[in-house]
């Protein structure tokens, strides 16, 4: 059954019979069609609470996938630093060993250079006193004082032998050698680890 109003009580224009005009669907389909309605959107609501739980593990899952790979890269980066550090002290402790002996060499060869000059200085200086002197004797024999500092300047020690400086520019103490190598082998490793 249909609700119906007079004509009087709408604006529109009358019917044939001018009498009532049909504004509403029967009663009876209006429970069945809500219900279909109902049941349309609580479909889609379904949907949607399936869809947000399965967002919801996602966004979790990419909260638990940040975490772990920042403490890889954490990890990785602590190797990296550990590695460095241990470079660093064992080029430093070559460094340390390079200087030590240089150092010892240089003082060694400091000490004969010093005995050398006060035994020059000291033959200087009697060359000089015997000059003065006008010694006789000394002045006949100049040849063969000459010849002894010929053989005194010939046994003389090359000023160019001293040891070689420190090799600033040598890789074993400035240019990462096995830091490359280092960075592959963690790779090659995290590869496997996938």
Not at 22 to 50: D, G, Y
Request: glycine share 2%; hydrophobic share 35%.
């Amino acid at each position: 059954m249909g609700v119906f109003l007079r004509h009087r009580d709408r604006r529109e224009v009358p019917s044939a019979d001018n009498d009532v005009i049909a504004v509403a669907p029967p009663l009876r389909e209006v429970p069945n069609k809500l219900k279909t309605s109902l049941e349309s959107l609580q479909q889609h609501l379904k949907v949607l609470e399936e869809h947000k739980q399965a967002s919801e593990k996602t966004a979790a899952h990419i909260k638990y996938q940040a975490q772990h790979t920042e403490r890889q890269i954490k990890e990785e980066f602590e190797k990296i630093h550990q590695f460095l550090r241990d470079e660093e002290a064992a080029r430093i402790a070559a460094l340390k060993e390079e200087e030590e002996l240089k150092s010892h060499m240089m003082r060694r060869k400091i000490e004969e250079m010093s005995g050398e000059i006060a035994s020059l200085s000291d033959q200087i200086r009697n060359t000089e006193k015997e000059m003065e002197a006008e010694n006789i004797p000394f002045l006949l024999n100049v040849s063969s004082t000459l010849k002894q500092y010929v053989i005194i300047i010939s046994v003389l020690p090359s000023l160019k032998s001293s040891p070689s400086l420190i090799r600033q520019t040598d890789d074993s103490y400035n240019a990462p050698v096995g830091f490359g190598e280092f960075i592959q082998i963690n790779r090659v490793q995290r590869g496997k680890l996938k």
